[in-house]
C-alpha cells in the first residue's frame, strides 16, 4: 500500500463525520468501547486483531473487564491518516455485532 498521508484538520474533520463515536486527542483518534464482559471484551479485540495484521496498522489500546479504550495514530506519517479512520470504521462495525453497548 501507498505510504498513508497524513490528513490536515478539514480531512480529520470529514473523518471524523463519518464515526461520530470517535474523538480527536491531539494526533490520534480516541474511542471507548464497552461489552457485557471481559470474554465479549476480548473476542472484540481478537477480532480487531487480525484486522490490525491485514491493514498493518495497529491499535494502542487499553482493556479492563468488560471496557476498552483504543488509541489510533499513524507513527509513520506523524499524524492522523486514511488508516486511522479504515481501522476506527471497522472496529465500529465489529463492536456492534459484538453488542457494545
Ligand atoms: N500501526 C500504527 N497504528 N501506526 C503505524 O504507524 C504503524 C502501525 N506502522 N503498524 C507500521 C506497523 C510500521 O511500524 C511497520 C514497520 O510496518
Known amino acids: 500500500m501507498a505510504r498513508p498521508v497524513k490528513l490536515d484538520d478539514a480531512q480529520i474533520e470529514a473523518l471524523l463525520a463519518t464515526v461520530p ?6 494526533d ?13 471484551a476480548f473476542a472484540f479485540m481478537t477480532q480487531l486483531a487480525i484486522v490490525a495484521e491485514k491493514l498493518d496498522h495497529h491499535p494502542e489500546w487499553f482493556n479492563v473487564y468488560n471496557r476498552v479504550e483504543i488509541t489510533m495514530t499513524t507513527h509513520d506519517a506523524d ?11 471497522t472496529a465500529d462495525q465489529i463492536a456492534i455485532e459484538m453488542g457494545a453497548q
Open 21 to 26: 463515536e470517535w474523538e480527536r486527542r491531539d
Open 28 to 40: 490520534t483518534l480516541f474511542r471507548a468501547f464497552r461489552f457485557t464482559n471481559f470474554r465479549t
Open 79 to 89: 499524524g492522523i491518516t486514511e488508516l486511522d479512520g479504515a481501522f476506527a470504521t
